[in-house]
Nanobody
C-alpha cells in the first residue's frame, strides 16, 4: 500500500523557518513534489524533485525561489521542503505529491497520482 505521510508543519512567526518532511512507503517515485492550498484558494505548485539519469533535478515556483529548498533522501524514500524567511502569505496546508510515471508539466497537480494528507503551516505577522 502506497502512503505519503507529511510532518513538520506548525505555527511560526514571520521570518522563521520550517522543514517539512514527506515519508513515502510502498514504492519509489520518479517525481515528488509539494503543493499548498490556502483557505479559499486553489491548490498551487510549490516545488518538485525528479530523478533524472543519475541525479535529482529540482523545480520551484517563483515565490519559492530563494526561500524554499526541496531535497530528497533516496535511501529513506523521503522528500523535504526547507522553508526560510516565511511570510504570512505562506500560510496554507502543504501537501506532498508523488508520481511514478514521467510527465512534462511538473507543476500540474493533476499529473500526480499519490497525495499525502497535508500538514498545516501558519505564519503569524
Amino acid at each position: 500500500q502506497v502512503q505519503l505521510v507529511e510532518s513538520g508543519g506548525g505555527l511560526v512567526q514571520a521570518g522563521a523557518s520550517l522543514r517539512l518532511s514527506c515519508a513515502a512507503s510502498g514504492r519509489t517515485f520518479l517525481t515528488m513534489g509539494w503543493f499548498r492550498q490556502a483557505p479559499g484558494k486553489e491548490r498551487e505548485f510549490v516545488a518538485a524533485i525528479r530523478w533524472t539519469g543519475g541525479s535529482d533535478s529540482t523545480y520551484s515556483a517563483d515565490f519559492a525561489k530563494g526561500r524554499f529548498t526541496i531535497s530528497r533522501d533516496n535511501a529513506k524514500n523521503t522528500v523535504f521542503l526547507q522553508m526560510t524567511s516565511l511570510k504570512p502569505e505562506d500560510t496554507a496546508v502543504y501537501y506532498c505529491a508523488a508520481e511514478v510515471k514521467f510527465f512534462r508539466d511538473i507543476t500540474n497537480l493533476n499529473k500526480y497520482d499519490y497525495w499525502g494528507q497535508g500538514t498545516q503551516v501558519t505564519v503569524s505577522s
